[in-house]
């Protein structure tokens, strides 16, 4: 049976393509080529990773397609994320760019060329369970990736295999050396889904202009100081406000000299607003609203029943429950406040290692 697997060029998607060679699976490993726009940026690792892609390929002995999906990627995901920011959001490009291009542009291609499965080096797991298709948790819990794979349907996990599952980090860099593999020590990526590491915010003035307006206390409306545009900040962040040496209070002489964190954003007057401490009220909530769901099962979640929940990705678990919930928005309730709940991010909700879906915070 053939599977095709997505080779980023990474030791994780290699590690994937010889665990299947080894199961008896006929591999075909798949390239996505998904950004173009800058090829020759110094940020842009594509043409590397290609050589690296098929240099594990020659060692393992697999054929290599190379595919385009940039217009694609441009039209479902890109277009979205800056709608997004320019709407005063925080979108996860990441999330999208999984259930509308490696497992929907990619799977199509795959089974187009008759692959039975694709497959991915993410670390998340897939099980068949009383009928249904169940999206895991992967063991190596400081690597799992099922919050960006939230958004997968029951067709799509049907037709993916994912051979990290059961495997910690350490041991698929062994498993790469032992294989003979060049990347087995390559620094994993950590950029934008196809776009690359680079200064964030240079990246995104090239398609939203800079509109200056006013840094202000939230406490006490004090101007404190300027920002390029309320686009390019995010709750909860805090570097890059360059106001590090005001001081907090309503004038200026008393307060502690704390961080200042984004606590608010008001796109119809382009008003940044902060608070000073990482432990403010307006940086916490115990409650929250999500729309654009998406539940694996199909179907949702039971209300008024103890699940878990991460609000962004590097999150431990947090208990809460879903108290409402129809075909169009939910609402969460958290046992503890959630520091810095971001509108555009995505809330992911479990059942031990079971995701269950989420939606995009509103």
């Known amino acids: 049976m053939t599977v095709v697997v997505g080779l980023s060029g990474g030791v994780d998607s290699s590690v994937a393509a010889l665990l299947l060679k080894e199961q008896g699976w006929h591999v075909v490993g ?15 690792s594509s043409r590397q990773d290609l050589v690296d892609v098929l240099s594990v390929a020659d060692r393992i002995g697999i054929d290599v397609e190379v595919v385009s999906f940039a217009s694609q990627y441009r039209e479902r995901v890109f277009a979205h994320f800056l709608a997004e920011y320019a709407a005063g959001r925080t979108p996860n490009p990441d999330v999208l760019c999984n259930s509308e ?26 099980r068949e369970f009383q009928g249904a298709w169940q999206l895991l948790k992967a063991e190596d819990g400081t690597k799992d990736q099922s919050y960006f794979l939230h958004r997968l349907n029951q067709q799509q996990l049907a037709k993916t295999l994912f051979p990290l599952a059961g495997l910690y980090k350490r041991e698929v860099r062994k498993m790469a050396a032992a294989a003979g593999l060049h990347l087995a020590l390559k620094k994993d990526s950590t950029g934008i889904c196809f776009i690359g590491e680079r200064p964030f915010k240079e990246f995104l003035l090239r398609y939203l202009p800079p509109k200056k307006g006013e840094i202000r206390g939230l406490d006490d409306d004090r101007l404190l100081g300027e920002h390029d545009g309320v686009a390019y900040h995010t709750i909860g962040q805090r570097k890059g406000l360059h106001i590090g040496g005001v001081k907090g209070g309503k004038s200026g002489d008393s307060g502690d000299h704390g961080a200042w964190f984004v606590a608010r954003k008001d796109i119809a007057t382009n008003v940044l607003y902060v608070v000073q401490g990482h432990s403010h009220p307006a940086l916490l909530a115990d409650q929250l609203t999500a729309g654009d769901l998406s539940w694996v099962a199909g179907e949702p979640p039971h209300t008024h029943w103890v699940y878990t929940a991460k609000t962004r990705y590097r999150q431990a678990d947090a208990a809460c429950e879903v108290e409402r919930v129809d075909a169009r928005s939910c609402l969460i309730s958290f046992a503890e406040p959630q520091w810095a709940v971001t509108p555009g991010q995505s809330v992911v909700v479990y059942e031990s290692r079971v995701c269950l879906g989420g939606g995009v915070i509103a």
Request: contains cysteine.
């Open 30 to 44: 798949l390239f996505m080529k998904n950004w173009e726009d800058d090829d020759t940026d110094e940020y842009c």
């Open 101 to 126: 291009i490696k497992f929907s542009a990619f799977l199509e291609h795959a089974l187009k060329i008759g692959a039975e499965r694709i497959a991915t080096g993410h670390y998340a797991g897939v």
